[in-house]
């Protein structure tokens, strides 16, 4: 038999006989598993947790992790010098989640981010495994009413594992290297003036975008977003299509493509992460972690890449979510984030100015939408700027809806648009909502009610066959003005 196929062979061996005897065995009420844990105790002792003999082997590696973990090591050449990396995650975090009891009052918890193992040495009964963890180890408290946000530390650890007659077990863990991470490390940003269009298709829009991607209907509004004398556009990745795997290949394709059609015009792209998401809770952190990372690969070189929006408008989630839980689910996305991809400006799109400033110092530029009175937003936009001092300030959403009950109001949009314009040449960036109308606006994006879907089908500033309406020349006005001023002027 090849040595390769050997190794599944003992592996799949040991776990059949060893579930034969776990039906007899009791299971611990915590258990923590190495490979697929989300979470551990910190006062818990993990070795010993690993050797207890009482833990049935099917709950040490699940069948998915399992699967991973074999195909990590069959990829192994024999050379200690081994640098491909596989992310192996996290097949049973929720239930190891639900597990853990906060008694009596707090949990101290840990929260791996960003996980990579790596094999190092595999002896050659393939019975002992070394393999190098490289992970962001996130303390995190967590009780009744509140969860906080502790230390962050880089950590890489060699691991040895042994495969028993009760199948896998952790016989040592070695720190190499323990490292304090901080958010706060950040690049400077200078953009230059930004001027754009918050931008779905409009036969396409929210979640039908990335599954129809209509290039013939892209390539002709890219075409009229820089007519408009706009440099810049920001989409949204739907989290169900570049979640999924049986669609997340083809959405990574697209959003290649997408930046590829806008960097040959010269336009940068704000991408806006985890669209019609709004689930903070710990256990999806590190899967939340795995899927910002598969995306940030892909698109982290592009030339026409202009930052990352890690949310939007997740201030709208505090009430339902918890502002904490909200706050610090965006600071482990930052962590993640910065460990990979430490050059990539970030950014989060605010809905309330009053909320802007959160976060600021971890952030590249400051991102806020204003859909208020537009009489008093530049006082808006000057209190933000006191509050996050040197960070750019994007006004990432403006824009007014035609509709009213009464009719069409086509000029009301017009003149909505330019009294907002007129008070932000102050600004870093803008982007107006939107390029077009919609014919459709599914209830998962803004309910039931009809006059919610009917003011949102009419932001567009172009008709159906691209002629301008009177907001898109007050768009162009502004920027043959604003994009000519040089900072500081």
Avoid at 381 to 399: C, H, M, Q, S, W
């Amino acid at each position: 038999m090849r040595r390769r196929h050997l190794f599944p062979a003992i592996l799949i061996g040991a776990s059949g006989l060893w579930s034969m005897v776990a039906a007899f065995a009791s299971t611990p009420v915590q258990t923590h598993d190495f490979l697929n844990a989300l979470t551990i105790d910190e006062n818990y002792a993990l070795g010993a947790q690993w050797q207890d003999a009482n833990i049935p082997h099917e709950d040490k590696l699940s069948d998915a992790d399992q699967t991973l973990f074999i195909q990590l090591l069959e990829q192994f050449d024999g050379q200690v010098s081994k640098t491909d990396q596989r992310q192996l995650f996290i097949d049973q975090a929720g239930s190891e989640f639900q597990r853990q009891k906060c008694q009596p009052e707090q949990c101290q918890l840990s929260v791996y981010l960003n996980r990579n193992l790596a094999p190092q040495y595999i002896h050659g009964d393939l019975r002992l495994v070394q393999l190098q963890e490289s992970s962001i180890q996130q303390s995190v408290s967590v009780s009744a009413d509140e969860i906080t946000y502790g230390e962050k530390t880089k950590v890489k650890r060699q691991v040895r594992f042994m495969l028993t007659e009760r199948g896998w077990v952790l016989k040592s863990v070695e720190i190499v290297e323990s490292l304090a991470f901080s958010n706060s490390q950040v690049i400077a940003l200078e953009t230059g003036k930004i001027s754009g269009i918050n931008y779905y298709p409009r036969s396409a829009p929210w979640d039908k975008f990335w599954g129809e991607f209509p290039v013939d209907d892209i390539e002709r509004d890219l075409d009229a977003i820089s007519d408009l004398g706009a440099n810049a556009v920001r989409i949204f990745m739907q989290h169900e299509y570049f979640a999924n795997l049986d669609t997340q290949k083809d959405g990574l394709t697209k959003l290649q493509r997408f930046l590829d059609m806008s960097a040959k015009r010269d336009i940068k792209v704000i991408i806006t992460m985890f669209d019609l998401r709004a689930d903070y809770r710990l256990q999806n952190w590190s899967r939340d972690s795995v899927h910002l990372s598969t995306i940030l690969d892909v698109i982290h070189d592009h030339d026409a890449l202009l930052a990352v929006d890690l949310k939007n408008q997740p201030d709208l989630d505090f009430k339902p979510s918890g502002e904490r839980q909200v706050t610090v689910w965006l600071e482990a996305m930052i962590s993640s984030a910065r460990q990979n991809h430490p050059n990539i400006p970030l950014t989060i799109g605010w809905s309330d100015p009053a909320q802007a400033d959160k976060l600021s110092d971890q952030l590249n530029l400051v991102s806020v939408h204003d859909y208020n009175d537009p009489r008093g937003l530049s006082e808006r936009l000057n209190t933000l700027r006191i509050k996050v001092a040197d960070r750019p300030v994007f006004v990432t959403e403006i824009g007014h809806s035609r509709w009213s009950p009464t009719g069409d109001k086509t000029q009301r949009q017009a003149k909505r648009l330019d009294a907002q314009l007129s008070q932000l040449k102050n600004v870093d960036g803008v982007f107006v909502w939107t390029l077009n109308d919609f014919d459709e606006i599914g209830s998962n994006i803004v309910g039931h009610r009809p006059w919610r879907k009917a003011q949102q089908k009419a932001y567009g500033i172009t008709n159906k066959d691209g002629a301008w309406r009177p907001a898109a020349q007050a768009f162009h006005a502004f920027n043959q003005s604003f994009l000519s001023t040089v900072k500081g002027d």
